[in-house]
């Protein structure tokens, strides 16, 4: 055989399936269609539109040509640095829902189980926005996915303190490894949900996550997504978020590590009168490549939706922001605006940004701005000539500019480790 | 206290300033006067260490240092302290936390601990008195939706604040309300000492009735013209600088 781009991903699928997680909830016809789909499409490369910048063949042709599914047992010692101090702390380890290492708490109106324990009923929705037969990443997903998180919030209750979900990978060789959440959020009910991102083991991880949210009428969601995977990982995650009437979807992304991240955000805003906020930093060095792809899709009138992603690129760090927003026919009166802002912290550093608005109804206000620049120069002096080093300067500039951002995470122990990082990476 | 001489600086091939020859020496007031683009922010740029400047000529020595060997942060750690034209706004760094990473990282750099937390509050509480600055402007961001006037007063909190050995007050009084400018030169005033000085730029007469010249200078095309005492300063607010200029350009032909 000639060495052809499917090949790549038809390597991956046989080391893959060789020992595939066995799960209920993912029926046969799936898993068959989703290989289908992978086999004839391959993972995607940079003369796909979407991943233009971001080659995921390249990296697993080059980091991932074997792929050993070495997984490593984790312990109560391990996941204990990984909690958050105000929260419920749940954990998923390669892909799978721990209950012996996650809190046990009793809430009123909150289930926490294994993907394999859902009910039929709970069964629904589940692949209904995250579809394999549209996106080669997410087929990857459930063909291979592991027995990962279900979390319901039932109609009309407010969770008093946030849920943190960990997702920790961990292998002693490369691996694969394929997460997968289904969070729904019943009609009013109300809760802070924290997902975190680590990679703890010695080697290397192609870490393939989906999530697909679901906000009930009148509902609130607000989530904290924090990245720390460490040089060892590239990730793909992708949130199919789906709205409703009235409810309020928020997300910030914080991404402080991972030689590879892509994120590819994608909110629905199925019904009338619903908001969506999403906002995300990321400060990057060395080789990384960050990349944000959001897909905010207004099809019903008096939505408004909100986007503030903020990058700060160092050394041969590259990052993208992709902004998708549609604007239906019948969603009038829509508010959407977008702005993505970065900073270029040295010559061989690379920001790309790409605004797409499609717009089909007429009464709308939609705005969208980018600007990628170096550190302001002025500014920069008038610090230097009141006695401040540059470089304290220069933090205090940066950290000036991720401030808004920062603001965002309403959880005193979370903005602690998100600033800590932060402020070490600058 | 500060020794300039023949100091020539160019941005490009543009030479702004064509010889500078001038002595301040500790306890002095010194007025610089002269037209709209005569150099005068360029003056205090390139003392304050701008980056955009070359020095092509010229020494300038500050209290025994080669001046301008120095990095801009370590001549305001010697003791030199501009006052901008206009300030510059940075959006979310607090005018506190800025002042107090000014005032430790000068500490620090002279050898000195870090200024306990209290003291430092004490010593904000304190200056923003002596300039009547609204205590609620020290928390907001440096200069971000300052008005001019405002502006202006917060240069003059922060060298209150860092107690600087030269201050250069480059048109300080532009854009002060009568009772303002008033407040700002009596805190100037007060912050005076046998041991410092003072290099005020300034187009108008009435700031100098409050912050009185030992010296005033022209300076006209990038070099200093014409000196005298306090008495020059209001000799060019009587005739205007049309007699300096025409002397100034049958010299040059
Ligand atoms: N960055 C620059 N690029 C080009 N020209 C400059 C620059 N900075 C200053 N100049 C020029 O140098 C000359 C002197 O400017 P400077 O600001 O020093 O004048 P000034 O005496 O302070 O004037 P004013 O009284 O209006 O404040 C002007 O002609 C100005 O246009
Ligand atoms: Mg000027």
């Given at each position: 055989?000639?060495?052809t ?17 066995k ?5 046969d ?18 003369k ?6 971001c ?9 991932f ?8 047992e ?5 996941i ?8 419920i ?23 926490v ?12 929705l ?17 063909a ?15 969770i ?11 292998g002693?060789s ?21 997902e ?11 870490s ?20 720390n ?5 590239y ?7 789906k709205?409703?009437?009235y ?18 955000h994608?909110v ?130 940066l950290?000036a ?22 402020e070490?990476?600058? | ?16 300033l ?21 150099g ?164 108008y ?6 912050i009185?010249?030992?010296?005033v ?15 020059l ?15 100034f ?5």
């Amino acid at each position: 055989m000639i060495e052809t781009k499917s090949n790549i991903t038809q390597t991956l699928l046989d080391q893959l399936q060789e020992n595939a997680p066995k799960v209920d909830f993912m029926p046969d016809t799936e898993i068959i269609s989703a290989i289908r789909y992978l086999e004839e499409k391959g993972i995607p490369n940079n003369k796909h539109e979407d991943y233009k910048y971001c080659n995921l063949e390249a990296v697993l042709r080059k980091e991932f040509k074997s792929v050993e599914q070495s997984f490593n047992e984790l312990t109560n010692a391990d996941i204990a640095p990984l909690k958050l101090d105000e929260a419920i702390n749940l954990v998923v380890v390669n892909g799978n829902y721990n209950e012996a290492l996650s809190e046990k708490m009793i809430v009123k109106g909150l289930t926490v189980k294994s993907l394999n324990e859902l009910s039929a009923s709970e069964k629904i929705l589940l692949s209904s926005q995250a579809k394999s037969d549209t996106d080669a990443l997410i087929a990857l997903n459930a063909a291979f996915t592991g027995n990962g998180l279900f979390l319901k919030i039932e109609t009309g209750n407010i969770i008093p303190m946030p849920l943190h979900v960990i997702y920790v990978n961990s292998g002693s060789s490369n691996i694969v490894s394929n997460t997968r959440s289904f969070i729904h959020i019943g009609a009013s009910a109300d809760v802070t949900l924290v997902e975190s991102f680590f990679n703890i083991g010695t080697g290397k991880v192609f870490s393939n996550f989906v999530s697909e949210k679901f906000v009930g009428e009148n509902a609130k969601l607000t989530c904290h997504t924090f990245q720390n995977e460490g040089a060892l990982s590239y990730s793909v995650n992708t949130n199919q978020v789906k709205i409703n009437k009235y409810s309020n979807y928020s997300n910030t992304t914080m991404t402080l590590s991972g030689e590879l991240v892509r994120n590819n955000h994608n909110v629905v805003l199925a019904d009338s009168n619903c908001e969506a906020h999403l906002n995300g930093l990321f400060i990057s060095n060395g080789t990384q490549q960050i990349d944000n792809h959001t897909l905010i899709d207004h099809q019903m009138p008096h939505c408004e939706s909100n986007e503030l992603y903020k990058g700060i690129a160092k050394d041969k760090s590259i990052g993208t922001f992709n902004g998708k927003i549609f604007v239906r026919k019948d969603a009038q009166k829509t508010n959407a605006y977008q702005s993505s802002k970065n900073i270029l912290m040295s010559d061989d550093a690379i920001i790309n940004t790409k605004p797409q608005l499609e717009i089909y109804a007429d009464d709308v206000k939609c705005s969208h701005g980018t600007s990628t620049g170096k550190i302001d120069t002025e500014a920069l002096f008038y610090l230097k000539a009141r006695g401040i080093g540059e470089e304290s300067a220069r933090k205090l500039l940066l950290q000036a500019f991720a401030q808004e951002l920062i603001d965002k995470i309403e959880i005193p122990s979370l903005q602690e480790r998100v600033l800590h990082l932060f402020e070490k990476a600058l | 206290m500060i020794s300039i001489k023949n100091l020539h600086a160019s941005i490009g091939d543009k030479e702004i300033l064509r010889g500078i020859n001038l002595e301040v020496k500790a306890g002095e007031v010194h007025a610089i006067m002269g037209p709209n683009g005569s150099g005068k922010s360029t003056l205090s740029s390139v003392l304050a260490g701008r980056e955009d400047y070359n020095v092509t000529e010229g020494e300038v020595t500050f209290n025994g240092k080669n001046l301008l060997e120095l990095s801009p942060e370590d001549r305001a750690r010697e003791g030199l302290f501009l006052a901008f034209q206009y300030p510059v706004e940075i959006p979310g760094v607090s005018n506190v936390n800025f002042l107090r990473t000014a005032v430790n990282e000068i500490r620090k750099y002279h050898g000195q601990e870090e200024m306990p937390a209290k003291d430092f509050l004490a010593l904000v509480k304190e200056k923003s008195k002596l300039v009547e600055l609204d205590a609620k402007l020290a928390s907001r961001s440096v200069n971000e939706g300052f008005s001019g006037g405002e502006k202006k007063r917060n240069e003059i909190f922060q060298m209150a604040m860092l107690n600087p050995k030269l201050a250069i007050l480059d048109e300080t009084d532009s854009g002060l309300d009568i009772d303002a400018l008033r407040i700002v030169a009596t805190g100037v005033n007060k912050l005076k000492s046998k041991d410092n000085a003072t290099i005020v730029i300034t187009h108008y007469q009435r700031l100098l009735d409050y912050i009185v010249p030992d010296f005033v200078h022209i300076l006209y095309k990038g070099r200093i013209v014409k000196s005298g005492g306090k008495e020059l300063a209001l000799e060019m607010e009587a005739k205007g600088y049309d007699e300096i200029k025409a002397q100034f350009e049958r010299i040059e032909s």
